[in-house]
């Protein structure tokens, strides 16, 4: 039986994620180097994550919303003997390169095109479901009753007994009204920061892109529209990160990062 002890250790992990990150960001300036290689292991959060969550044991594992893959690719490495299913809303732009991404990181997993709101798969065939950082993108793009369909449905798909690992930055206020419906018994919630630390010109090239990020996962076309949520957004990140520099003189731009482990019941 596939087990956690399979996998890579944390130092093998981290000498991966620096081989990947070299990788992924070849084509990058020295500061988009270091903004753009967070996306490889988010600051020891996916490694952390990995670490915490039950071993996806007997069966295969769905990771929704997973972007360009890169949480898929630590799934990969902690747990190579399981059969990995990737599911993102589409695979373009820059989630074009996550069969390549993949391919470096030396993980396989089955890409699957669909919207995290209606899964198309059946009932109770996953042992395990994961999603790292997609919750509140559904959400700006879809709202809170697309995060809620997506989570009912990730939850239609697991197995009885299967395990639900989340990963954003909400409350675990939030995550409890967000699962207290559904037929879920948390069993772990962790909190953990980033170990990232931005100096000033790194932050303020970081902004404008994850602003930009923002506008893209709203999914709005009117210019104006994209305009007013890009100001919004920027506005508050740059508010964010002023007080940050004031009272930490460093910028850390996401975090901290909740997890919930939920199993399911019935
Ligand atoms: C920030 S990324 C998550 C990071 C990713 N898990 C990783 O490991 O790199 C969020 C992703 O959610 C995807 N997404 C947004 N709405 C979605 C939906 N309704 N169904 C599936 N994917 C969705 C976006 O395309 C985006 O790639």
Redesign the pocket.
Known sequence: MPSKKDGSTDSVIMEKEARLRAWFTRKCDPVLKVIDGL?IGWGGVQRWVTARMPAPEGGRHL??????????AELGWRFPSIPLIG????YEGP?GQIRQLLAEAGVQAELVQ????KIAFADGVFSSVS????LQ??KI??GGD?ERA?LSEATRVLRSDGTMTLVDEYSFDKFDVLLNSLPLRVTERGERDLDTRWDREVAERAIPLYAEGWVA?ARVTDPEDRKRIYDKEHARMETEMARQFRNQGYYVPFGPMRMVIARKIG
């Open positions: 996306d990771d929704f919303s997973c972007g360009y893959g890169t949480f898929l599911l993102n809303i589409d989630h669909a919207d995290a709101r999603c790292f950082m997609g993108d559904i793009g879809f697309g997506s996962q």
